[in-house]
């Protein structure tokens, strides 16, 4: 099993620029979630799902948007990019809501110049 | 607001000794506590995940205790290896609260050295 799978793993935009960040997971979790890691913070919630079809705002998703079209997939997207968005952006799966482990995907370096 | 305060920020040791990681959190109430570690360039890897009646769990050299009253954790790593040298991350739930209000703290950065 690979886990959750995060694409791509490095990216450069100008700003203005639009991309998409791909998370797929192949443990069939129902919740998802999307982290941005940022130097002298702890991780930060951007969007999660608690399954197919939904999403729901973190604690910073201005500027993002997600969508989890099908239950393996949560896609990360930036219509208009800025360099405060320049992080790592980290994809997580839990089984459950409450006490479930989170399985953290390898990570996506952004910078946005 | 609630917080997760861990120290020290850094530590560097010999290769084989011990260490301890402290993490001090405001989340109240409290459910659980979660120790990760993360590798340099790597998603964080669960360690081990304590509810508020636990004391103490370990996983291989890692052990972790918890003093819900003082509102402490720590992380124990007995003998350590060169593949230690990795972020430990600290991280509180409350209750009834899903892994969406997680807290996390800032890491503690630890350097093992030959």
């Known amino acids: 099993n690979a886990g959750v799978t995060q694409t791509p793993k490095f990216r450069v935009l100008k700003t203005g620029q639009s991309m998409t960040l791909l998370c797929a997971q192949d443990?069939?979790?129902?919740?998802m979630y999307w982290y941005r890691q940022d130097p002298g913070m702890g991780l930060r919630l951007i969007h999660y799902?608690?399954?197919?079809?939904?999403?729901a705002k973190g604690e910073v998703p201005d500027g993002y948007n997600v969508s989890r079209l099908k239950k393996q997939n949560f896609l990360l997207g930036l219509e208009s990019a800025a360099p405060s968005q320049t992080s790592v952006y980290f994809c997580?799966?839990?089984?459950?809501?409450?006490?479930?482990?989170?399985?953290f995907g390898e990570g996506s370096r952004l910078t946005v110049l | 607001k609630n917080q997760v305060e861990q120290s020290p920020q850094s530590l560097i040791i010999l290769e084989g000794k011990n260490c301890t990681l402290q993490?001090?959190?405001?989340?109240?109430?409290?459910?659980?506590l979660r120790w990760y570690k993360q590798d340099t360039g790597r998603g964080p890897v669960s360690l081990t995940i304590?509810?508020?009646?636990?004391n103490t769990k370990s996983n291989g050299r890692y052990t972790a205790t918890l003093d819900a009253d003082t509102k402490q954790s720590s992380l124990h790593i007995t003998a350590s290896q060169l593949s230690d040298s990795a972020s430990y991350i600290c991280?509180?739930?409350?209750?009834?609260?899903?892994?969406?209000?997680?807290?996390f703290g800032t890491g503690t950065r630890l350097t093992i050295i030959p």
């Open positions: 997580a799966s839990s089984l459950t809501r409450n006490t479930g482990e989170l399985f």
């Open positions: 443990m069939n979790h129902e919740y």
């Open positions: 799902s608690v399954g197919e079809g939904t999403t």
């Open positions: 993490c001090n959190y405001t989340v109240s109430p409290f459910s659980n």
């Open positions: 304590m509810t508020f009646s636990e």
């Open positions: 991280v509180v739930s409350g209750p009834n609260f899903g892994n969406e209000k997680l807290t």
